[in-house]
């Protein structure tokens, strides 16, 4: 039904369904079978990968709206890759051909920036404990 809603309609109806089939992937064993099932076609209309098929306008939203699926596909392949063989292909086929926002790396690096400001936390305290046992003795 979500495919059917976005088949007809603008990019901004397409990016909502997008989203809800982000949370109900996330969420339904039984979706994601279903999704998978035509997981060619969600492709089509959700990155327009196609030059007989571009998504429809404006550009700017259209730009947004396959970053998101790029995305969605992107954190799909890396949970349920293993289980769902047709969001693998799909992300081996647009990686080719577009260039993926790198969720892992992302995570990665706000770990690390994270870390960073919890070890200048950390040293923080410390030199505020020394100057108090110095100032206290």
């Known amino acids: 039904m979500l495919l059917s809603l976005a088949t007809n309609y603008a990019v901004q109806t397409r990016k909502l369904a997008l989203q809800l089939c982000d949370i109900l992937f996330a969420r339904s064993k039984t979706f994601r079978r279903l999704l998978t099932a035509q997981f060619g076609h969600f492709v089509e209309l959700t990155v327009g990968h196609k030059s007989d098929k571009p998504l429809p306008a404006p550009p700017a939203a259209a730009i947004d709206l396959r970053q998101k699926a790029l995305e969605a596909v992107e954190k799909w392949h890396e949970q349920w890759g293993l289980q769902y063989p047709q969001v693998t292909l799909a ?8 260039k993926f926002p790198g969720i892992a790396s992302r995570a990665a690096a706000a770990a690390a920036a994270g870390a960073v400001r919890r070890q200048r936390h950390q040293q923080m305290l410390q030199q505020r404990y020394e100057t108090f046992q110095q100032d206290f003795p």
């Open 91 to 98: 992300y081996k086929y647009l990686k080719k051909h577009f």
